[in-house]
């Protein structure tokens, strides 16, 4: 399994690409069990987007520590700063 670049379309389609760079956070509360964006987006008519619910207890400044590690975590990716599972365990086993 391939991580999806920070430049990598995340759905394919005649309209806008929208790539993790470009790609704000959407925001939704439910009302009468759908669930309704907080304000407009440019998507485009019929896009299909996955919502997760936000943790409990997570409030807006650890969910930004989060989103920022990630996007480190991208970043040292792209640069092939990563080591596989099997050379992580590898490494570990070797310096016991």
Do not use: C, I
Request: proline content about 5%; charged content about 30%.
């Amino acid at each position: 399994m391939s991580a999806a670049s920070a430049d990598e379309p995340m759905a394919a389609g005649g309209g806008k690409d929208y790539t993790l760079n470009t790609m704000q956070p959407l925001k939704a509360q439910v009302h009468n069990g759908r669930l309704v964006l907080d304000e407009p987006t440019d998507l485009p008519e019929g896009e299909v987007v996955e919502l997760w619910p936000a943790r409990a207890g997570e409030d807006d400044e650890e969910r930004a520590a989060l989103n920022a590690e990630l996007e480190a975590s991208e970043r040292e990716y792209a640069e092939g700063l990563v080591v596989s599972e099997e050379e992580f365990w590898e490494t570990l086993r070797a310096n016991r």
